[in-house]
């Protein structure tokens, strides 16, 4: 699957079970959506699932925006 921004916000929708009306580029998940670190760990698997590249555990905390959760994903796969 392609790293899109519809593409990534879709896993996160699936995963947090959240509305796609709230995941902006910007969204901050862990200050806007209130994600707790297994919330977090869901989310890396679920991408890895989706994507073929998740986020490794000592990253994890410091990618926090859609955004940076895209670069990530990018440039790591």
């Known amino acids: 699957m392609e790293i899109t921004f519809e593409a990534v916000r879709d896993v ?3 995963t947090l079970s959240c509305e796609a009306e709230e995941i902006k580029l910007e969204t901050n998940l862990f200050e806007d959506m209130k994600i707790d670190s297994l919330e977090a760990v869901e989310l890396s698997m679920a991408l ?4 073929g590249v998740g986020i ?3 990253d994890l ?4 925006t859609v955004q940076q959760i895209m670069d990530y ?3 790591h796969k």
């Open 12 to 14: 996160i929708v699936d």
């Open 61 to 64: 905390p410091n990618v926090k």
């Open 48 to 51: 890895q699932e989706a994507f």
């Open 56 to 58: 490794s555990d000592e």
């Open 73 to 75: 994903l990018t440039s």
